[in-house]
């Protein structure tokens, strides 16, 4: 089990703020605003950086920034809103040589719209138009993309020397790895039966 590994106490900073972490995993800098870019420059003259996660628990994935050892931003990616995830190999730009793996995830949120249709109603004498107002289901898309590398940095983009940490945050990401892909088949099993039940109401 990953929160067995000694690798996560030198990620306490992380693991008292999010509970059940699985596996941490280094990604890709994201592009930061203006305000986010001032802000680094300001820190880094206290020597603090900026490293970003991903990490994985049972219920969730969270999208996490850290500037020296304090969250500076993180997202929740609830499990039962994924809608699809694709696993793929990139080049890191201006590394050639470097092959990484990349995670692309859309999530699915269902939110309520109330609107008015004109309907027909058949009266005794004649077909009269009514305004009704019903609820209409609007799913709403995100899509979140993840370059993984191959070993988890510490606080402040410090690499590890500990020989043992370096390999348990490798298997780190294979952990990642493997649970995306079992939600992989749990979601393409979930839209084989949700076509079968829309195929059947269409047939009856």
Known sequence: M????????????????????????????????????????????????????????????????????????????????????????TTLAGERNVSLQEVNITTKK??????????????????????????????VFQEYSFTLFPVTFLANLKYNQNQTEILQSVEMRKTLINFLQKLQVKIADKKLIEQFKAQEMTTA
């Not at 992380?14 to 941490?24: D, K, P, S």
């Not at 219920?59 to 609830?78: D, M, N, P, R």
């Not at 309520?112 to 289901?137: D, F």
């Open 110 to 139: 269902i939110t309520y719209k109330t609107i008015k249709e004109k309907v027909e109603v058949q009266t005794e004498k004649k077909i009269k138009i009514q305004t009704v107002t019903k609820t209409i289901e609007v799913p």
């Open 2 to 89: 990953a929160n067995q590994l000694s690798i996560l106490s030198s990620f306490t900073h992380i693991t008292r703020e999010i509970e059940g972490i699985n596996a941490l995993v280094s990604v890709k800098y994201p592009e930061l605003s203006s305000f986010q870019s001032f802000g680094d420059s300001f820190s880094k003259i206290f020597g603090n950086k900026r490293a970003v996660y991903l990490a994985s628990t049972p219920q969730s994935l969270v999208h996490i920034q850290t500037v020296g050892e304090k969250i500076a931003k993180k997202e929740v990616i609830s499990i039962n809103e994924i809608d699809d995830i694709k696993i793929s190999n």
